[in-house]
């Protein structure tokens, strides 16, 4: 379980002013949560990600995960990084079990699981390819297979998909839906799209900016196993009109 | 390998027979390559000799330099405080000419192998630690975030990340330092040795025998671009996604 108490987030700038990039964040994700987060761009979405990972402190508050208080990053999180950041000198398949190598976790059977994954994501036939022979979208399909690699209890996924076309992004969402069944992490996905958001999430998280903090919480009363065909459900529409609405009345709020 | 360089190489050759024959130049001012080429192979056995001395004077003081170099190189890389201490010391090692080094090596050392290889050391050591240093502080910071993210510590990070990603920078340092080694070790020949193409270089200018010195200058331009080539094979059988790479590297 991921929770975040009071969590606030001050970057210092270089040049000696502050910004305020969170705060007053308070949310609860269950195990096995899929959460999205939506919000406008610059509202701390990245950073968000960042703090329960680990990899910068927080400046207030409190982050915990499975009730111990995260100060490094953990074993059991992955993160997908809103850029590919693949090694350039490992080929697709070293770079999908670089995590595991790293921390010595790699067994004998993780070359076929990553191949399976590799598969799964349309790359069979591309472990031996270097990252740039690769598309955007092709390495950013191998960024999110390295993170499923690791099966994680904590799947933190910065706009995963935005490099991706359209049909490509369905695809992937299914096939992700379908591997977080499998295997019940808690997830954290950042998306701009809100119908991405209602599809995928149990909840979706709405974000205003300046400095960020969350507007409303969103849950999403579809059945799952979820599908395209949903996007005609009412509760989907529901969902989507009462996230948009909160953007918009923060937007116009702005503007006024 | 494209042939556009030996046959560059081939042509240059064939001008300056063509001019030095249209022009009559005195040989002892610049020799044709025919004639160079016969005053070298009338001695060939004392040539080669000479060669294989100052080879192994320029290997001996190029290993040195990668032995010392890349280690030093991810030291520098790894704290401010370490390249701001040891940075300085680098600089002065190249502000003093090798060639007023050389003599007081040798006082110091005997006028054997160590202080021809000390000063090749010297002269080829530093691009190659100020390229490798570059490379491994220009990792991206995703990167290493992605390493952090996988727990991986200071040690860890310069191993998997920093070092694989100056591999391309460390190749153009290598380059360069391949070339200086030759240059090392002749300057080393010139101030104490009795043997060596710096040491022919000499000895056939106080006997004017001009077309033997070129002949020498000819083989150390050949052993230059051979390093180099050997060192750019190197990269290309080893480090395959190294050469693509070499496009970012500003000319050392
Ligand atoms: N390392 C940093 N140093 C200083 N300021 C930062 C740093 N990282 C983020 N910020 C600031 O924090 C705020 C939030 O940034 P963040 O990257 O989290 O936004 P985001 O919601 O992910 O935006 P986007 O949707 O464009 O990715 C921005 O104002 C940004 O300038
Ligand atoms: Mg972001």
């Known amino acids: ?256 | 390998m494209r042939l556009s360089g030996p046959i560059a190489i081939v042509t240059l050759f064939l001008l300056w027979e063509g001019g030095v024959r249209a022009f009559g130049i005195p040989e002892f001012l610049l020799p044709a390559p025919s004639a160079i080429w016969t005053d070298a192979m009338r001695i060939w056995p004392t040539v080669l000799n000479h060669t294989l001395s100052t080879l192994q004077t320029v290997l001996l003081g190029f290993a040195a330099s990668v032995i010392i170099s890349l280690p030093l190189a991810m030291l520098i890389a790894s704290s401010p405080a370490i390249s701001a201490a040891i940075y300085p010391l680098l600089v002065i090692t190249q502000s003093i000419p090798k060639v007023a080094l050389a003599p007081i090596l040798i006082i110091a050392l005997g006028a054997n192998e160590l202080p021809r290889v000390i000063v090749t050391f010297l002269v080829a050591f530093f691009p190659l630690v100020v390229a490798s240093v570059a490379g491994l502080l220009a990792a991206p910071p995703e990167l290493i975030e992605l390493a952090r993210a996988c727990r991986a510590g200071r040690m860890q990070q310069m191993l998997r990340i920093r070092l694989p990603h100056a591999v391309p920078f460390v190749f153009g340092g290598l380059k360069v330092a391949a070339a200086l080694s030759v240059v090392g070790a002749v300057v080393a020949e010139f101030v104490g040795a009795d043997a060596g193409l710096g040491y022919l270089i000499q000895t056939s200018m106080a006997f004017f025998r001009t077309p033997l010195a070129f002949a020498a200058v000819v083989i150390l331009a050949m052993m230059g671009m051979a390093l180099f080539a050997i060192v750019g094979l190197i990269e290309r059988i080893l480090f395959p996604w190294s050469t693509s790479a070499q496009a970012n590297i500003p000319a050392a």
């Open chain 1, 1 to 256: 379980m991921i929770l975040l108490s009071g969590v606030g987030k001050t970057f210092r700038g270089r040049d000696g002013g502050e910004v305020q990039a969170l705060t007053g964040i308070d949310l609860r994700v269950a195990p096995g949560e899929f959460v999205a987060i939506v919000g406008a761009s610059g509202c701390g979405k990245s950073t968000l990600l960042r703090l329960v990972a680990g990899l910068v402190p927080v400046s207030l508050g409190r982050i915990e995960v499975d009730g111990s208080l995260v100060a490094d990053p953990r074993a059991d999180t992955a993160m997908v990084f809103q850029a590919p950041t693949l090694l350039p000198w490992a080929d697709v398949l070293r770079n999908v079990t670089f995590p595991l190598r790293l921390m010595g976790k790699a067994t004998r059977e993780t070359e076929d699981r990553a191949r399976a994954l590799l598969a799964k994501a349309g790359l069979a036939g591309f472990e031996t390819k270097l990252p740039r022979e690769l598309s955007g979208g092709m390495q950013q399909r191998v960024a999110i297979c390295r993170a499923l690699l690791q099966q994680p209890r904590v799947l933190l996924m910065d706009e995963p998909f935005g490099a991706l076309d359209a049909l490509t992004r369905e695809e992937m969402s299914l096939e992700l839906l379908r591997i977080w069944g499998e295997t019940g992490a808690a997830v954290l996905f950042v998306t701009h799209s809100i119908s991405e958001a209602v599809l995928l999430a149990d909840r979706v998280v709405v974000m205003s900016p300046r400095p960020g903090r969350i507007a409303d919480i969103v849950p999403v009363e579809l059945p799952r196993p979820r599908d395209f065909a949903q996007e005609a459900h009412p509760a989907f529409h529901a969902a989507a009109q009462r996230i948009r609405a909160t953007i918009y009345q923060r937007g116009a709020a702005h503007a006024a």
